[in-house]
């Protein structure tokens, strides 16, 4: 596969803020992931140099092929960025034109895009002309049931230069509750002159499978599927759904040892303990460590609770 194909025809992760860092990429991709992205970064951010905003861009050699996903609302705030992360080793560039969350709403940036298309077919043709990589789109269904996207919207991002785009398959004002809407995403990657990634609700290799059949649909993104469970990447490529002995400890220490070389402690049990709160879960037991896990100060306490966890599930076999 190019490093482009990684992304569009595979198994991506969604980038997640607060989650989707370098040790949690690098984690998913050693079990299956195909396509990594940056957490959203902030164009305006890059543009001025922003030292808060650099350090999103920091990553591993092992994760390549990465994109880098860029939000904002300027044109020109894009263009600059562009520029800059084309040096930077990455493969493409993702415009984010989905995150439905309210402060990022407020700036004119994320799904507030798809009420302003000529904005957004400005910005995409902006971080075009900008740079040599590919670009990408991330989009909803539309802003609201009442107001979606046209059905046209891949071939109109296309003509604006996009080489991609991934469809997450609610509207903003659903924001992450609700199922997704297959028929929604369908509607929009039906006779697509570009690869489409589906992206919503997948949990389970079924899950995939029914993005997958959707006319026009190329690849496949998991986003809060892989929180806690990254052996989902395994198992949607055919291999085994669930960890096997020892499995949850040596990913769990694996990508402790990656956030202590990233972050220096204390600040990086913030980003562990929200991790570990999605490892502990579905077995008898797990409830109890999830107590403790929101209070983990040091690599032992870390290291003890995915002991416990092991016990607990393979112990009494």
């Known amino acids: 596969m190019s490093d482009i194909t990684c992304y569009t025809h595979g198994l991506a992760l969604a980038p997640m803020a607060g989650y989707t860092g370098s040790p949690f990429r690098v984690v998913c991709r050693t079990l299956g992931a195909t396509g990594l992205v940056t957490e959203m970064v902030t164009a305006a951010g890059i543009s001025r140099r922003s030292v808060k905003s650099i350090r999103y861009l920091r990553y591993l050699p092992e994760e390549k092929p990465l994109g880098v996903q860029l939000f904002g609302a300027k044109p020109a705030d894009f263009s600059r960025s562009a520029e800059l992360v084309s040096t930077l080793g990455f493969s493409f560039i993702d415009i984010n034109a989905g995150c439905p969350v309210k402060k990022v709403l407020s700036s004119g940036s994320g799904a507030a895009l798809l009420r302003d298309l000529p904005r957004l077919f400005e910005v995409v043709r902006a971080t075009v002309a900008a740079t040599s990589l590919p670009v990408t ?39 992450f509750g609700g199922a997704v809407n297959p028929e929604g995403i369908e509607r929009l990657s039906r006779n697509s002159p570009v690869p489409v990634v589906a992206n919503g609700d997948v949990k389970s290799p079924a899950d995939g499978e029914r993005l997958l059949s959707l006319e026009g649909v190329t690849g496949l993104m998991v986003g809060r599927g892989a929180l806690g469970n990254p052996w989902i990447f395994r198992a949607l490529s055919g291999g085994p759904p669930k960890p096997g002995p020892g499995e949850i400890r040596q990913v769990i220490a694996r990508q402790l040892e990656l956030m202590l070389a990233e972050c220096p402690q204390p600040g990086m049990f913030n980003a ?5 709160v999605h490892y502990l879960k579905g077995f008898p037991g797990a409830a109890c460590l999830r107590d403790r896990a929101v209070r983990v100060a040091t690599p032992r306490d870390v290291l003890e609770l995915a002991d416990e966890a092991e016990e607990l599930i393979w112990g009494a076999l």
């Open 137 to 175: 789109v991330k989009i909803r269904l539309g802003f609201s049931p009442d107001e979606p996207l046209p059905e046209g919207m891949c071939g109109l991002l296309c003509a604006a230069g996009a080489s991609a785009v991934t469809i997450h398959g609610r509207y903003r004002s659903d924001m």
């Open 272 to 276: 562990m303990r929200g991790h570990l």
